[in-house]
């Protein structure tokens, strides 16, 4: 039987502390060859994916340049129909039962100037009924008091 010394010991120590040290030295060295291949792989993704985003920002203007272009057809082609049923109502009905034409209509609308002072925003809670009447933001609102019953009444 091996006797185990205080010098066996230390020797086996070293001997074990050396062979990981080695085998820890060799892993190391194989994740470093995988850290470059990793990150060669995110640089062709990143790359693929800014080539999609190119394409997809390519496209997005592409549509929204057709899609003007046939707005622009579309309200031509209205303008075209309007002033077709305006030829054909001025030559089929009697001129005294059409007081104007369809494009003479639509040109008078579109001519009509908007008042500001009539036009207002619409609003995004009900109006008070009465100045008399609290507000929304009053902490006493929607609680009737005898004393406001009799104001209201």
């Excluded at 185990?4 to 994740?31: E, N, P």
């Excluded at 207002?120 to 100045?131: G, V």
Aim: hydrophobic share 35%; charged share 20%; proline share 5%.
């Amino acid at each position: 039987m091996i006797e185990l010394t205080s010098v066996t010991l230390l020797i086996a120590g070293l001997l074990i502390a050396a062979v990981a040290f080695l085998g820890g030295w060799l892993l190391g060295q194989r994740g470093g060859a995988t850290n470059d291949s990793r990150e060669q792989e995110l640089e062709e993704t990143i790359s693929v994916l800014k080539h999609k985003h190119e394409q997809y920002q390519h496209s997005v203007h592409t549509h929204f340049a057709q899609t003007a272009e046939l707005v622009g057809q579309l309200t031509q082609d209205y303008r075209k129909v309007y002033e077709h049923l305006s030829e054909g109502a001025a030559t089929l009905c009697d001129q005294n039962q059409l007081p104007q034409t369809l494009v003479q209509a639509i040109e008078a609308d579109q001519n009509r100037e908007v008042d500001p002072n009539q036009t207002r925003a619409p609003l995004d809670y009900a109006p008070k009924s009465s100045p008399d009447e609290p507000g929304m933001l009053n902490e006493r609102y929607g609680l009737e008091t005898p004393a406001f019953k009799e104001q209201r009444h």
